[in-house]
Every structure is written in C-alpha cells, then in structure tokens.
Nanobody
Framework: QVQLVESGGGLVQAGGSLSLSCAAS????????MSWYRQAPGEQRELVASITSGGSTTYADSVKGRFTISRGNAKNTVYLQMNSLKPEDTAVYYC???????????????????WGKGTLVTVSS
C-alpha cells in the first residue's frame, strides 16, 4: 500500500502566498509523475500542475506564472508554491502520484494511481 499525506492548506488574503506539500510513503518502486489537482465547490476536479521523475513540469493556464511545482530531494515529496493567490483559487487541493508499486513477489510491480485526502485552500477577497 501507498499513502499520500498533504499539508499546508489554510486561509489567505488575495495576493498572498501559500505552500503545499505532499509526501508519499509505502511500497513504492518508482514514482513517475506527481501532480496537484483541485476541486472547487460544484466544479469538477482539475489538474493544477504536474512534475515528472525527470523534472518536466506542466501547469494549468490559470496558474502559470503564479504557481510552482517542485520535488524534494527524496523524490517522494512534491511541493506547490502558490503566489499571487486569487479568490478563484479557493478549492480543495489533492496530491496525486502515478507510480510503480512493489508487489510482495520480488521483481513484480503494479502501475497505480494514488490520491491524498486533500487540503483546503481558501482565498479571501
């Protein structure tokens, strides 16, 4: 099993900054991509940013230039630095990991997708 634990959400005024972190642990062989998604009330979950094992990044147009995704030295941690926050950034932010999970049989791996429980970010106007 694999667990993703997010932290860093909270309440901030428009124009402010917040930093989110997500740590993955468990039977991980390799993490291919780590991503942040968000879901606002009444809306569908959307991709905010992602980063590959090689360091390539992707951002939603709505956050380009304001948000930065990065991975920790241990590679099992991902961060999201959010600057110039807007009220429309208010949402529950979820961490996602696309990874290879180790089976109990040596040399056997499973391609899996895991989600964290989410952390609430509220931006007041």
């Amino acid at each position: 099993q694999v667990q993703l634990v997010e932290s860093g959400g909270g309440l901030v005024q428009a124009g402010g900054s917040l930093s989110l972190s997500c740590a993955a642990s468990g039977s991980i062989f390799k993490i291919n991509v780590m991503s942040w998604y968000r879901q606002a009330p009444g809306e569908q979950r959307e991709l905010v940013a992602s980063i590959t094992s090689g360091g390539s990044t992707t951002y939603a147009d709505s956050v380009k230039g304001r948000f930065t995704i990065s991975r920790g030295n241990a590679k099992n941690t991902v961060y999201l630095q959010m600057n110039s926050l807007k009220p429309e950034d208010t949402a529950v932010y979820y961490c996602n990991a696309n990874l290879l999970e180790k089976d109990s049989t040596p040399g056997v791996y499973w391609a899996m997708d895991y989600w964290g429980k989410g952390t609430l970010v509220t931006v007041s106007s």
